[in-house]
């Protein structure tokens, strides 16, 4: 029968085991690493920032020291905002949130995770207006502008806005049968109207995000085949409900303000 040993361990660390067998001179050596269960857990940063679309290494203090450091859980008071999976937090959205870490023994530590715009890597939203039908049509896509500016008679106006690379999604909308398009965050809005003919643009995908401060204002015109126009001047805002806008208020939110220009067509 082969013979069994009981190894009873004292504190954590690690150390190297010999067997030999004394007959046969024959050794064989392992390694045993001996744990200790978590009496305490923490953040080494307790308040982070992080870049708004970015990610962050969790970095913790436990002890001991030699404590095993596995199957921790993860929750956070605003996953729109950041959440945690594996060794990162991922920021979603402008805002500030907890995260909690809990041991499997119930130990528990929290860390303030504040999401911020990342202002150096900002994508510029353009607008563009077809003299035809006076709808305006908004895309971060360069080549659409290129190519609708060349081919199909719209006018560049400059850059609307500014957006994230990531955050609150919005989706582009187009209504074949009126031949406009639409502009919402709002995933319910997007349910109704897709039972009334519209379909989404871009294969579904987001044409840009709304994350910022700086309001965008939507405005609904019923005599322009029911179209939709945004803007960030307020001041349009007000004025254009003259020529038969009707006001909808705050639509979404942009990073920054463009650079508009007059419009320009293609000779």
Known sequence: DTPTRTIKTLKGGKTAFTIKDNHSNVSSTFNLSVYEPIESISFKNPKITIKLGSKSKIETVVEPSTAIVENLT???????IAYAVGEYIYAQNVGTTNITITTPNGKTATCEVTVEIDYDNLIPVYRMYNPVNGEHLYTTDAHEVDVIWRTQGWGKEGIGWYTTTAGTPVYRLFN?????????????????????????DFYGEPV????GDVPIYRLFN?????????????????????????????????AKIGVPKTTTYFR
Request: glycine share 8%; hydrophobic share 30%.
């Open 74 to 80: 993860y929750k956070s008071d605003d996953v729109k």
């Open 176 to 200: 074949p049968k009126l031949g406009n398009h639409l502009y919402t965050s709002d995933l319910n809005e997007i349910r109704i109207i897709r039972n009334q003919g519209w379909k989404l």
């Open 208 to 211: 840009m995000y709304a994350s």
């Open 222 to 254: 019923p005599g322009l085949q029911g179209q939709h126009h945004l803007t960030t001047d307020k001041n349009e805002y007000n004025v254009i409900p003259k020529w038969g806008w009707q006001q909808e208020g705050i639509a979404m939110n942009a």
